[in-house]
């Protein structure tokens, strides 16, 4: 249902961050560290808060905080 109030109606017009979660590989000495995606890939972004080997939760290409491990399930159906 639209709705009537203007900014609601701007606000999502304007771009959502970004979110990944991934293993962080290590840290480079230029403030940045290497991840790891699930499909292997390497991504660098900004930041180091997060332990070498913990996951993190990255917004717009800046680590935000660590995340727990849980346990992984996959089920197909």
Do not use: C
Not at 25 to 49: A, D, I, M
Not at 54 to 75: H, K, N, Y
């Amino acid at each position: 249902m639209a709705t009537a109030n203007p900014w609601k109606r701007f606000s999502e017009l304007l771009p959502k961050p970004t979110r990944i979660v991934a293993t962080v590989y290590s840290h480079n000495k230029n403030g940045t560290s290497t991840l790891v995606l699930r499909n292997g890939e390497h991504l660098t972004v900004k930041g180091e808060s997060v332990p070498i080997g913990e996951l993190a939760l990255v917004e717009d290409g800046i680590i935000q905080r660590q995340l727990p491990t849980l346990p992984f399930l996959s089920v197909t159906i």
